[in-house]
């Protein structure tokens, strides 16, 4: 089984919708992310989380909300989709070194 | 927010060729990371690389950190098909309890029969 799960994998939304991404992880790590990922820009940070309690804005938070559940679970929620949303969505997770992704959600806006 | 400069943005070899491609920065990073990205899965580490002047081989990939602590280099030997996908390096200024990592706009790698 995967170490990183994302849930869904592919979603299509409407523009104004709320929408949640999942992550869970079953590597007992205490620090997740979301990162979107467009063309040419590389993978960008928009959240990060080092304990259930604590919750960091990255780069590009605007738009963006995040909730961490449990130790393993870290979710990301569009609260109004805008078609600029549209991405390739990744949750990480570490353990103080080394990141380690999960296979990402395409989500698409229209 | 920061971007590294990866270059090239693409590269189309032959199966057997070797490959290179870097990262260079306007700041200083204390760890360098290369991941690969397969379509339609999320990036895995490659090579991590720590201290500056480092070189580190894992199978045909060897990575050096740059003694400025501004670039990183990934090198593929004799390349295989399975060796496409997307290349990205990544940087982190390794402060207290801070290790968000700043990502290259990465390598595609593409092999032509």
């Known amino acids: 089984d995967a170490d990183v799960t994302q849930t869904p994998r592919n979603r299509i939304t409407k523009t104004g919708k709320r929408i949640m991404l999942e992550c869970s992880q079953t590597?007992?790590?205490?620090?997740m992310y979301w990162y979107r990922q467009d063309p040419g820009l590389g993978l960008r940070l928009i959240y990060y989380s080092f304990d259930v309690k604590d919750i960091n804005k990255g780069e590009i938070s605007d738009g963006y909300s995040v909730s961490r559940q449990a130790q393993a679970k870290f979710s990301l929620s569009l609260e109004s989709a805008i078609p600029n949303q549209t991405a390739l969505y990744f949750c990480a997770t570490s353990d103080g070194m080394e990141q380690y992704f999960g296979p990402g959600t395409r989500l698409t806006v229209t | 927010g920061q971007q590294l400069n990866q270059s090239p943005q693409s590269m189309f070899i032959q199966e057997g060729e070797d490959v290179s491609m870097n990262c260079t920065s306007s700041?200083?990073?204390?760890?360098w990371l290369w991941y690969k990205q397969d379509p339609g899965e999320g990036p895995v580490l490659l090579i991590a690389l720590y201290k500056a002047g480092e070189l580190t081989s894992n199978g045909r990939l060897t990575a050096q950190f740059g003694i400025t602590r501004k670039d990183s280099f990934l090198n593929i030997s004799a390349s295989i098909p399975s060796d496409v996908g997307i290349y990205f390096c990544?940087?982190?200024?390794?402060?207290?309890?801070?290790?968000?990592?700043?990502f290259g706009t990465g390598t595609r790698l593409t092999i032509i029969p």
């Open positions: 990544a940087g982190r200024v390794t402060n207290f309890g801070n290790e968000k990592l700043t």
């Open positions: 590597k007992g790590h205490d620090r």
């Open positions: 700041s200083i990073f204390n760890t």
